[in-house]
T-cell receptor, first 112, second 115 residues
Framework: GQSLEQPSEVTAVEGAIVQINCTYQ??????LSWYQQHDGGAPTFLSY????GLEETGRFSSFLSRSDSYGYLLLQELQMKDSASYFC?????????????FGTGTQLKVEL | KAGVTQTPRYLIKTRGQQVTLSCSPI?????VSWYQQTPGQGLQFLFE???????NKGNFPGRFSGRQFSNSRSEMNVSTLELGDSALYLC??????????????FGPGTRLLVL
């Protein structure tokens, strides 16, 4: 099976940088995805890492280390609208298809 | 292009009843996955349909079932509802089913309350 661990809550101030970590255990591994979900909203895709290293998309970056089974999401120049829950997710090799296993989510609170 | 739509958005049922939820994927998307989201268990995979065939199934009892139609629209059914079935049910669509980096696009969800 798969399991993913994330911190439950992170608080940061507007304009700061915050890192949300994710460690995973999986019997097979394609890549690590990150999703953002605002209260009452749908999860929206942020990034996907299949290879080791850093992927940058605007203010958001995502990192993966396959050897450490670890990844993180880096949010820069935090804005109030970034207050949301962030989920890492892995896709299993076995069974094929689009089955995603999600972490428990990290609630990010951005304060003034 | 319109996003994933789910109906109804809110639903109240009583224990023992059954419920059917509907999902219309993004045009051109052939894969539809269903997830249950609760405060205690987080986001959990229910099942995925691709070209009218179930490709994957999560660890849910047989009371949870689904199907997909030829136009890729999907329905999920929960029979003999229990209080613990109260959750946000999310549908996600993607173009295909086997591309590892395939992005899933989520709908707004159906919030089900079982009394």
């Amino acid at each position: 099976g798969q399991s993913l661990e994330q911190p439950s809550e992170v608080t940061a101030v507007e304009g700061a940088i915050v890192q949300i970590n994710c460690t995973y255990q999986t019997s097979g591994f394609y890549g690590l995805s990150w999703y953002q979900q605002h209260d009452g909203g749908a999860p929206t895709f942020l990034s996907y890492n299949a290879l080791d290293g850093l992927e940058e998309t605007g203010r958001f970056s995502s990192f993966l280390s396959r050897s450490d089974s670890y990844g993180y999401l880096l949010l820069q120049e935090l804005q109030m609208k970034d207050s949301a829950s962030y989920f890492c997710a892995v896709r299993a090799l076995t069974g094929g298809g689009n089955k995603l296993t999600f972490g428990t989510g990290t609630q990010l609170k951005v304060e003034l | 292009k319109a996003g994933v739509t789910q109906t109804p958005r809110y639903l109240i049922k009583t224990r023992g009843q059954q419920v059917t939820l509907s999902c219309s994927p993004i045009s051109g998307h052939r894969s539809v996955s269903w997830y249950q989201q609760t405060p205690g268990q987080g986001l959990q995979f229910l099942f995925e349909y691709f070209s009218e065939t179930q490709r994957n199934k999560g660890n849910f009892p047989g009371r949870f079932s689904g199907r997909q139609f030829s136009n890729s629209r999907s329905e999920m059914n929960v029979s003999t509802l229990e209080l613990g079935d109260s959750a946000l049910y999310l549908c996600a669509s993607s173009v295909s089913s086997d591309t590892p980096q395939e992005t899933q696009y989520f709908g707004p969800g159906t919030r089900l309350l079982v009394l």
